[in-house]
């Protein structure tokens, strides 16, 4: 199956399926850490056919995403004489795939590179639409590039070694796609099961398809691109307060998402049903629904350090219902806090 993804100075295919053989008449450097090297280097190098391989092996974790690791791998680029004319090979979840992008998109100016996301989250959304980059002591993903792939390859078969924890964390970024876009997507997240393969390749397909749509109409997020950021402006604080220790990401956007359902709700924007329905969708995927807390100014105030944030306004992202949603960058203070405030209590499990 594929997608196509059409944009002002690329285009490309999202390739859904078994990985096809893949034949390249240049150099090619596949850039993967040591667990998912360990599980499927062997099988991408069956696929493989180049003039010469290359393989570079990253540190494990949204740690190692840093400056460093970028210079550690544009040097390896350069030891293995890599020229303008050669191809990097993101395999690997969203930090490999991030982080290959942004190197190759500042390598000898900008070189091409493929996408072959090994997780549940970079299958439904990081490795499609260009966004590549690192953290460093500021923030997260603050150094980067929109520097699109040539190519993106969504092999299933790759999920099968992924710890139940980061699937699941996955799926609050499906969740997310179909709250700010598709109704119908929601119903069919509601009464079927992701751990199902065809229901998984649907509910991928279908992720992508949305994601690919935006991307189409706003590649470097100028506007519409943002309703991806849906629950990710709450996500980001609860993230930056536990030290991306706590919670995976998917799991802190799930959390962000109910959040956002709540000031949206407070606004007269989400209805009582509709905020409960997408409560059930979260917690039947056992995502964490509830983030306590400590102290409502602090929480507040961390939302300016988002990169979202422009002249001190904090933009969120609220449904009106499932399936729509606006983009406010002028909710009152105070209407925050208060629902900041709904957060502060002992977590009820069947709220
Ligand atoms: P990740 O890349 O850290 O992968 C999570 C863990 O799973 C890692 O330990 C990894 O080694 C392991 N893993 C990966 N594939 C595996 C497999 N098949 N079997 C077993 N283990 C496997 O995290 P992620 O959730 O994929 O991505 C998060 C990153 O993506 C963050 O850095 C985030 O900023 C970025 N992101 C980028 C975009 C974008 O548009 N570019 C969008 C969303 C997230
Ligand atoms: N993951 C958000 C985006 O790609 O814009």
Request: with cysteine.
């Amino acid at each position: 199956m594929l997608i196509d993804i059409n944009l002002p100075h690329s285009k490309y295919e999202i390739t859904i399926d078994t990985l096809p053989n893949l034949t390249f008449d240049r150099k090619v450097l596949i850039v993967t850490n040591p667990k998912v090297g360990g599980f499927h280097l062997k099988y991408l190098l069956q696929k493989i056919n180049a003039k010469e391989i290359y393989i570079v092996t990253l540190p494990d974790g949204e740690n190692y995403k840093n400056m460093q690791n970028l210079e550690f791998l544009l040097d390896r680029c350069f030891d293995h004489r890599l020229d303008r004319k050669s191809l990097l090979i993101a395999l690997g979840g969203g930090v490999i795939g991030d982080m290959t992008g942004f190197a190759s998109s500042i390598y000898q100016r900008g070189v091409d590179f493929i996408q072959i996301p090994t997780t549940l989250l970079s299958q439904v959304d990081a490795s499609v639409g260009g966004k590549t980059g690192v953290n460093n002591k500021f923030g997260k993903n603050l150094i980067g590039a929109f520097h699109q792939p040539k190519a993106v390859y969504i092999d299933t078969y790759f999920l099968r070694t992924l710890p139940l924890r980061e699937f699941v964390s996955g799926i609050a970024e499906v969740i997310k796609m179909a709250v700010v876009f598709d109704s119908e997507f929601f119903k069919w997240l509601e009464i079927n099961d992701l751990s199902e393969d065809k229901n998984l390749e649907y509910a991928i397909k279908r992720s992508i398809e949305l994601k690919a749509n935006v991307v189409s109409q706003d590649e470097k997020e100028a506007g519409v691109r943002a309703s991806l950021n849906y629950g990710h402006t709450f996500c980001h604080v609860i993230e930056n307060f536990t030290n991306y220790s706590t919670y995976l990401h998917g799991e802190a956007v799930a959390i962000g998402i109910i959040m956002a359902n709540e000031l949206a709700h407070s606004l007269g924007f989400l209805s009582d049903d509709e905020k409960q329905k997408i409560f059930n969708l979260i917690k039947k995927y056992n995502l964490p629904t509830y983030y306590k807390v400590e102290n409502i100014d602090k929480f507040y105030e961390t939302f300016f350090l988002d990169k979202k944030s422009s002249n001190s306004k904090i933009k969120f992202i609220l449904p009106n219902s499932i399936g729509s949603y606006i983009i406010s960058d002028d909710v009152n203070v105070d209407d925050i806090k208060k629902v900041l405030e709904k957060f502060t209590d002992i977590y009820i499990e069947n709220d």
